[in-house]
């Protein structure tokens, strides 16, 4: 596909309408372009964004189609979209990331002979099919220990703790027909992700490693910037370029490390996964950054420069995540979260509450990173369901 920048005026078709999409086509929006989600269903949070909104199936041949008709270049928001679909449609449109890239992030063991290819360190692992494969794993690796779906893996679904030998009967049977990983649990000084953004042009821009906190495998919180060494940020980075560099991705990639102690004294940093798009994480991006990771992808497959990635300020965010299903639900609390000073909101219209989905997200911003965490959590806790 030619290498010319896409320019404000053409429209974006974007392959799913989460709230990764719906964040993605408003920066989209500010910068002149137009916006077709492939959404799926009618409810989906970018529906309000878009022109034209896709309800066919993902990998629906009339929904390739109809995308391919409609719109002058495709991107995405999750990784986990039919490879062979973007194959399809970037015969005909510029499509990023690519179906190449996704084939590897859609696979851990594919991604894990990724970072062994490169050198880059990662938790000792066995893939695993079989039961004796299980065996193998289990003395080879070792316990406490994670097993993993190789594919579909998604906020911790598909991954099952393993921490003794009367565990192992709690894994799905082991018949050969899915790939598992064995990984040896790692005890881990605090976790980062870096995210990156390569244009189409081959430039690059990456942002300061922000520190994570998980509750239950999804993400609770994040701060920036991450408490961790310059040295131990240059190295982060240096991987998070290498990465990008082999992959050739085109947009946004995230990678998401564990800071673990040095035998010999400092630290190392250990990959977890790889996301080849915007991420939970980069959502306080939008107040903290000269430009948000939304724009950024934005900038990046349409080919235009890349925006500054410095922080105007320390800033926290956590997730608000539903407390249990229902259909119709109020929001309470919210003049209570607004008042705390240099703090945003932000809502993903989902029209139904399940527990332990992702509704919206609070960001503060301090003079410090502890002030701001305290000020989101503190706004955090003002918020509450009534239904």
Excluded at 67 to 72: A, G, W
Excluded at 295 to 306: D, K, S, T
Excluded at 369 to 384: D, K, M, Q, S, W
Aim: glycine content about 10%; charged content about 20%; overall charge neutral.
């Amino acid at each position: 596909m030619s290498a010319r920048p896409v320019l404000p005026g053409a429209t974006l078709g974007i392959l799913g309408g989460g709230q990764l999409g719906r964040m993605l086509g408003m920066a989209a929006r500010s910068l002149g372009y137009g916006v077709v989600v492939w959404a799926g269903n009618y409810d989906a949070p970018a529906r309000v964004i878009a022109d034209r909104v896709l309800t066919q199936p993902h990998g629906d041949l009339e929904g390739t189609i109809e995308l391919m008709r409609t719109c002058d270049l495709v991107t995405l928001e999750w990784e986990n979209m039919p490879a062979e679909t973007v194959d399809v449609l970037s015969e005909h449109r510029p499509c990023h990331p690519s179906a190449s890239v996704l084939r590897i992030t859609q696979d851990r063991l594919a991604e894990r002979a990724l970072l062994d290819r490169l050198g880059i360190p990662t938790a000792p692992a066995y893939g695993v099919r079989t039961a004796e494969d299980l065996h193998t794993a289990w003395q080879k690796v070792g316990l406490p220990a994670r097993v993993k779906t190789a594919r579909g893996g998604y906020d911790g679904g598909g991954q099952w703790r393993v921490r003794t030998e009367t565990e192992l009967g709690s894994l799905p049977t082991m018949d050969g027909t899915t790939a598992y990983r064995w990984e040896k649990e790692v005890n881990f000084e605090r976790e980062i992700s870096v995210l990156l953004a390569r244009s189409s042009t081959g430039e690059v821009r990456v942002y300061p490693a922000f520190e994570n906190e998980h509750t239950g495998g999804i993400l609770h919180l994040t701060r920036c910037p991450a408490r961790i060494s310059p040295e131990v940020a240059r190295r982060a980075e240096e991987i998070a370029r290498s990465v990008a560099e082999a992959l050739q991705i085109v947009g946004m990639l995230t990678v998401e490390c564990f800071v673990v102690a040095a035998p010999g004294g400092g630290h190392d940093v250990w990959v977890n996964e790889l996301a080849p798009r915007v991420h939970n994480s980069g959502h306080l991006t939008i107040e903290a950054s000269s430009t948000s990771q939304f724009e950024q992808h934005i900038r990046a497959v349409c080919g235009l420069p890349l925006g500054e990635t410095t922080l105007r300020s320390p800033a926290a965010m956590v997730n608000l995540l539903g407390d249990k299903s229902r259909a119709r639900v109020q929001l309470t609390g919210v003049p209570e979260a607004l008042s705390v000073p240099h703090t945003h909101l932000h809502l993903y219209g989902k029209q139904e509450v399940r527990a332990r989905r992702k509704l919206g997200h609070v960001t503060a911003l301090a003079g410090s990173p502890e002030e701001a965490v305290a000020r989101a959590i503190r706004a955090h806790g003002a918020l509450g369901f009534e239904g």
